[in-house]
């Protein structure tokens, strides 16, 4: 038995050792979760929320109280709307009943015109002196609620279009994106406030942008590298990250070239551009050829577009209780 405990204490030893060790070894940082680009029907789906939250907003109140600038606002809403879809059947009949206002809501009328007439007043000059944010006003009124529905809108609807690839390899894609660019800008329509000339210019200079799919902020799975930018002219890329930079040549779906980065570190790297543009696998080595590898996706990509939302409906007492959500489905593989 002595003998044995003597052979068993250094196998004991190292067994922990090698415990020791896995415990205090980090794990490797995970590669940032890569959304699908959007397609087609990405894009319809988008069209019928966007429908829905300004049908809402049309549908608040219940009355349609003739000659009312809360109703003016309604049938703007549903111009707005229209321009999304105007194929949309939930766009029909929506003011097919009307009332005459009493004399205490043509009073409240009136004072709710004047306080828009004064806030317009304010903002126009203050966006003629630059002084201003361009973003809708902040406020609950029916016309800033609506403001501001239309530009989270419009903002989503650029935020999709610039998921799509310009790349001329992928005819369909840069098709569609052109098409939702072309409709966002139809949409947009007149313009008079700056956070609209701001949209719209953003369009006109996504519909005229060339195809440079290295720009931009991307996310690294190495946490050494964490946020790489990069910019791109023509065939030349440069980059920084938060410990060094980079030059690189584009070379079809590639890019290579060398990086330096805190003292006397530096190396070679090698970028491959993935699906749709949203991503790229990297090899970098180090100044004596060690090879690393790691993935990146484009910073805004990991996350679908945010619609958010600004309608609320008055408060009522509930007559039930409500439905508890069906449990998510486990994802795959687990």
Request: aromatic letters at 6%; proline letters at 8%.
């Amino acid at each position: 038995m002595t003998r044995c405990s003597h052979c068993l204490r250094p196998l004991a030893l190292g067994l922990l050792a090698v415990v020791l060790i896995a415990v205090d070894t980090p794990a490797p940082p995970a590669p940032p979760v890569y959304v699908a680009p959007p397609t087609a029907e990405t894009w319809e789906k988008l069209k019928a929320t966007h429908i829905d939250q300004v049908v809402e907003y049309a549908n608040v109140g219940g009355e349609n109280k003739g000659g009312s600038l809360e109703l003016e606002l309604r049938e703007q809403a549903v111009a707005f709307a229209r321009r999304i879809d105007a194929k949309s059947p939930k766009l029909k009949n929506l003011f097919a009943r009307k009332r005459a206002m009493t004399p205490a809501e043509q009073t409240a009328d009136r004072a709710l015109r004047e306080q828009i007439t004064t806030r317009d007043k304010t903002r126009l000059a203050e966006e003629s002196g630059g002084g201003a944010k361009a973003m809708p006003p902040s406020g609950e009124d029916v016309v800033a609620t609506l403001e501001l529905l239309r530009f989270v809108i419009i903002r989503d609807q650029i935020q999709l279009a610039k998921q799509l690839s310009l790349d001329p390899d992928d005819q369909p894609t840069v098709v569609l994106r052109k098409s939702i660019l072309t409709q966002v800008k139809v949409t947009i329509g007149s313009t008079k406030w700056a956070w609209e000339k701001r949209l719209k210019d953003t369009v006109d200079q996504l519909l005229t942008a060339k195809y440079e799919p290295w720009i931009g902020t991307w996310l690294c799975s190495s946490e050494e590298w964490g946020e790489l930018a990069l910019t791109q002219d023509g065939a030349a890329v440069k980059g920084t990250w938060k410990d060094g930079s980079l030059t690189g040549e584009v070379k079809g779906r590639h890019v290579v070239g060398k990086w330096t980065g805190q003292g006397t570190q530096h190396g070679g790297f090698s970028f491959t551009l993935g699906e749709n543009d949203q991503g790229f696998n990297a090899r970098v080595t180090d100044k004596v050829d060690r090879p690393t590898s790691w993935t990146a996706i484009r910073k805004g990509s990991e996350e679908p577009p945010t619609v958010i939302e600004v309608i609320e409906e008055p408060a009522e007492e509930p007559t039930e209780q409500p439905t508890p959500p069906a449990p998510a489905e486990p994802a795959p593989g687990n």
